[in-house]
């Protein structure tokens, strides 16, 4: 082996081994993962607190992972990852009370939150600038693909099992992850020298910083996450935590900017290139994971569909981002990524607003290629946006710049939940007043109705007075339905309105040379 290839493998994360494999290991426990989400998503928790622990614990580890990284070790720190959250995850599924099941929630969210930063640093230091467009690619199956079967498998659970075995099923997953992880994975020396160094003085611990993470973060997630339930700031209690976390927030930054070791490197946010693919991967966030969050609550509440045919409904959108994968990567490669972005977000925007032309004769095929338009665009997204993050970065940034483009995109999907949820309760209510107004007992149309379904009803054999009062009823139910329908337009319309808006930012990216472990080769 030559002196080059000698240093490069000394700079891998592969450590000579199929690189890869690696890509395909490292994603095994983020589909899982994915998967926890999906079958939630459906609506069998048994608390709202359940999903809210998950969300909370999970934004507190993130940003500060990369620190974690570089403490530890990414090996080991990814392990002990894998083994936390396979262990919460069997803790969960064996849960026999509310109190327990939230419990391990916690410490499954403190497994979770580890695992995307350090498998997108893993990558990063496994793979050259020049492959890694397609490393990205395969780990971005699990991020992106297995949401959209996540409904469909957690619906599929759901309906034939009970909810123990959302969690179960990540098991033997976690189980294979970690033999395989075990074998493959080799720190790089750069790594472990620069590890070495930097604690022959001791650990130090930004324990300020680190509080100060845990409150901004952990508030704004349950402020996000019960806000329409508590009526906003209307309550004390969101506004108590909106509070904290912004006080938070607005002491974090100079403490960090003023560390020479902080806990969250925010100076990566202040870069051109670095902030500007947060932005964006904030918007692409909260659009994704808002439209799936919501189209299997649409096709649940509005038309019916039980939680397996709302997945159902969804899957050929992720089959054909499974193809497009490979395009998108190669053509990473070759284009700017800021035109692939560009491109992305029109694609995104038309898809969202062909959403509102949804009409209460919209059937299975309707709903199935909407979702197909949508993940046409979402290829060229997540790629271009996760390599353009790394281009120019050092590598002992990568850890770090892994963790804050992974908490852009679950804090823009918190963010996209939280106002997609509040938008649709607050626009039906609106929707409702306004179409009651035109079903007064004076108006023409609404005598015709009522009279066409007492007629209706009497023809089924009820009594005049009872054919009367079911017509009253469904002609409110059907108010009701057309209200709620009206405000999932209203949603779609916004998101289309975020991606549109998004397209101008991608003009600010440049295409660097993408940097991380690119520089340890």
């Known amino acids: 082996m030559s002196a080059a290839a000698e240093a490069a493998g000394s700079c891998s994360a592969a450590g000579g081994r199929n690189p890869w494999l690696i890509a395909g290991v490292v994603s095994i426990a983020n589909i899982s993962l994915r998967h926890i989400a999906g079958g939630l998503a459906a609506g069998q928790d048994e608390s709202t607190w359940v999903l809210t622990s998950y969300l909370v614990a999970n934004a507190v580890v993130l940003p500060i992972s990369g620190w974690l990284q570089g403490v530890v070790g990414r090996k080991r720190f990814y392990m002990i990852c894998v083994a936390l959250f396979s262990l919460a995850s069997l803790m969960c599924g064996l849960s026999t009370s509310l109190e327990m099941l939230i419990f391990f929630r916690v410490l499954q ?11 997108q640093s893993i990558l990063a230091d496994s793979f050259p600038p020049e492959k890694r467009a397609q490393a990205f690619g395969i780990y971005a199956i699990a991020v992106i693909v297995a949401p959209t079967f996540g409904p469909t498998v957690g619906g599929w ?31 790089p020396e750069v790594l472990k020298r620069e590890r070495r160094e930097a604690l022959a003085g001791g650990v130090k611990v930004d324990w300020i910083g680190l509080l100060l993470v845990a409150l901004w973060l952990g508030c704004l997630e349950v402020m996000l996450d019960k806000g329409q339930r508590e009526d906003w700031f209307d309550s004390a209690f969101i506004t108590a935590f909106a509070g904290i976390s912004f006080v938070s927030l607005a002491l974090l930054v100079p403490w960090e900017l003023s560390r020479r070791d902080p806990i969250v490197d925010i100076r990566l946010v202040l870069r051109r290139q670095f902030g500007t693919t947060c932005l964006v991967m904030l918007a692409v966030g909260a659009i994704l994971y808002s439209s799936t969050q919501i189209l299997p609550q649409l096709l649940q509440e509005q038309y019916g569909y039980t939680a397996t045919w709302a997945g ?27 035109y692939l972005i560009m491109g992305g977000l029109t694609v995104v925007a038309l898809a969202m607003w062909h959403f509102t032309t949804l009409s209460p004769e919209a059937d299975f095929t309707y709903f199935a290629w909407s979702r197909v338009f949508q993940m046409i665009g979402l290829p060229f997204l997540f790629l271009p946006i996760t390599t353009a993050s790394y281009a120019d970065l050092p590598p002992d940034k990568t850890g770090q710049a892994a963790a804050l483009i992974n908490v852009a995109r ?10 997609s949820t509040t938008l649709l309760a607050q626009n039906a209510q609106l929707h409702q007043t306004h179409l009651a107004g035109h079903a007064s007992p004076s108006a023409l149309t609404y005598q015709l109705g009522l009279d066409q379904a007492t007629g ?19 002609i409110g139910q059907l108010v009701e339905d057309q209200a709620s329908l009206l405000s999932y337009i209203d949603v779609f319309q916004a998101l289309a309105i975020v991606a549109l808006l998004m397209i101008p930012a991608a003009l600010l990216l440049r295409r660097g040379r993408s940097g991380g472990a690119a520089a340890h080769g």
């Open 312 to 338: 159902l409904a969804l899957m050929p959108g992720g089959l054909v981002m499974f193809v497009l994968m490979p395009i998108s990567s190669r053509l990473t490669n070759l284009v700017s990524p800021k």
């Open 456 to 474: 209706h009803f009497l023809a089924q054999g009820a009594a005049e007075a009872t054919a009367r009062q079911q017509a009253f009823d469904w």
């Open 109 to 119: 969210g403190l497994g979770g939150g580890g695992l995307a930063p350090s498998e």
């Open 410 to 419: 679950n804090l823009g999907g918190s963010i996209g939940v939280s106002l």
């Open 157 to 187: 659970i759901t309906d034939s099992f009970s909810w123990h075995w959302i969690f179960l099923i990540n098991v033997p997953m976690g189980i294979a992850s970690l033999f395989l992880v075990q074998w493959l994975l080799v720190e």
